[in-house]
């Protein structure tokens, strides 16, 4: 009974969060909004789930094969981005190519894995979806004030995420509440399942973190244009600062209650790095020598002293990350080609994955590393590229420390926590927000004006053409049998 007065409440305060931001000095188009749907139905259940909202069931090998509502919903995201992308007009797309060789690189060697992929359709299917990735970010770094683009992106995130995870956990218990495969239970929020919503709780803590560090503190420059961090008449209002407040409240509460150590770790290096940045913002290269030198020195401790199994015991954890290690021996023994691997998000699916599962006894679709998860799926060249790709993240990231202290901190804190967070999760793949932040923190932008106007009228096109589209795809998949 309870539920049914507390949702109405929950959906009113949703409403009017997006009503308060809505009422803000708008510094970025309508198109905004596209990515932002990319990443909400990236964040835990996807389209097709929220459609047919129930329990979660028991997972089978037949998720390798998709679901039809999701693709068509997804490549309608990336067509409509496209369009917008190519109405920015005053964008210089060869010079973006250009200062992006080696992303390009990475996004055409997935592509050629697709070839010795033992199931070219499906991972020719999941490699669309990482190409649609690249386009969410150039949507939001294309923007006329590109880092209140990703500001708003995040918090918008968040005005869903957190309150409707609260609202799942404490009144919905059997759809914001789960079992492991050993009997336990664990809390899901809106995700399906722990790991989910430690990591929806990893992207908002990005945002509430740094805004709170560094409101207005930002640099003269972002991506080539007056980016200071805008925050509007209500951030300066009392009833603001409780709006964040209570939503920064729920974050903790949701932390805690997912149990997942890896990104409370993670949302906690972030925070240090937010506060290091902050602190030697007069010697803004000063921060990525200090992680450089912490993190080299931690690998010197545990060689020396096994400071390691120090830290698992402060945080509750057993010295094996809970099995993590039996599960990396047993997939690096089904491992394909050492230098190519499997093929593009191939490694999970057919014979394979039935006997991962009988061998493991859990309903695994992830190794619970995202360097070894390279290498069964790309080899050692794909694990290659994504550290080459984290080095050439942390020259730009020094660079931009110089120009916009807040901004390159940012930047910073997304390429370090997800280097990080791989360690004992997968996220270097495409419908992973981790993963697009990664991405966003090393694609480089030239110098650029946008005429607004433009992708505006270029949106209002795709009422018409893109929402036939949509429908017509959404109609044909009704029509499928189940």
């Not at 020719?124 to 939001?140: D, H, P, Q, S, T």
């Not at 990396?328 to 191939?346: C, D, E, R």
């Not at 550290?387 to 901190?409: E, P, S, Y």
Request: proline share 3%.
């Amino acid at each position: 009974m309870i539920s049914q007065i507390v949702s109405p409440i929950c959906i009113i305060f949703i409403v009017f969060l997006f009503w308060i931001d809505m009422k803000r000095g708008q510094r970025f188009s309508r198109a905004l909004w596209i990515p932002f749907l990319w990443m909400f139905f990236s964040s835990g259940r996807s389209l097709s789930q929220w459609v047919h909202l129930g329990p979660e069931k028991q997972l089978s090998a037949s998720f390798q094969a998709g679901d039809t509502l999701n693709l068509v919903f997804f490549l309608a995201l990336i067509v409509i981005g496209v369009v917008v992308l190519a109405s920015r007009k005053r964008m210089d797309w060869a010079e973006v190519l250009s200062g992006n060789k080696l992303i390009c690189f990475y996004l055409l060697y997935c592509l050629l894995s697709v070839g010795w992929s033992p199931y070219p359709f499906i991972a020719f299917k999941r490699w669309v979806k990482e190409a649609g990735n690249l386009v969410m970010v150039l949507l939001i770094l294309s923007e006329d004030h590109p880092l209140d683009a990703i500001a708003a992106t995040l918090r918008r995130l968040s005005y869903l995420l957190l309150p409707l995870s609260v609202l799942f956990i404490k009144y919905y218990p059997a759809l914001g509440r789960g079992y492991t495969d050993q009997g336990g239970q664990m809390f899901t929020g809106i995700g399906m399942q722990k790991n989910e919503l430690g990591g929806l709780c990893l992207i908002c803590c990005f945002y509430y973190g740094w805004h709170f560090i560094f409101r207005g503190r930002t640099g003269r420059s972002f991506s080539g244009a007056n980016n200071s961090y805008s925050r509007g008449p209500d951030d300066r209002d009392v009833s603001s600062e409780i709006i964040h407040l209570v939503l920064a409240a729920m974050l903790l509460w949701l932390f805690r209650m997912s149990q997942s150590a890896t990104s409370m770790v993670c949302a906690a290096v972030a925070v240090a790095l937010f506060l290091a940045a902050r602190a030697t913002s007069s010697s803004p290269g000063r921060v990525v020598t200090l992680a450089t030198v912490a993190s080299l020195s931690y690998f010197v401790l545990d060689a020396t002293t096994g400071i390691k199994g120090y830290v698992l015991h402060i945080l509750g954890r057993r010295p094996d990350l809970t099995d993590r290690t039996f599960i990396w021996a047993v997939t690096s023994k089904l491992a394909g080609n050492p230098l190519i691997g499997v093929g593009y998000q191939s490694f999970w699916l057919g014979d394979r994955l039935k006997e991962l599962w009988e061998n493991t006894g859990a309903h695994l679709i992830q190794a619970h590393n995202g360097y070894l998860e390279q290498y069964l799926d790309l080899g050692y060249i794909g694990v290659a590229l994504v550290i080459a790709l984290m080095v050439l993240g942390l020259f730009r990231v020094r660079k931009l420390l110089a120009k916009d202290n807040a901004a390159g901190a940012l930047m910073f804190s997304f390429i370090v926590v997800i280097a990080l967070y791989n360690y004992t999760e997968a996220s270097f793949y495409a419908m992973s927000n981790l993963w697009l932040l990664f991405i966003l923190a090393i694609v480089k932008i030239p110098e650029r004006e946008l005429d607004m106007e433009t992708e505006n009228d270029a949106l209002s096109l795709w009422k018409s053409t893109g929402g036939r589209f949509l429908s017509a795809g959404i109609r044909g998949w009704q029509r499928l049998p189940e």
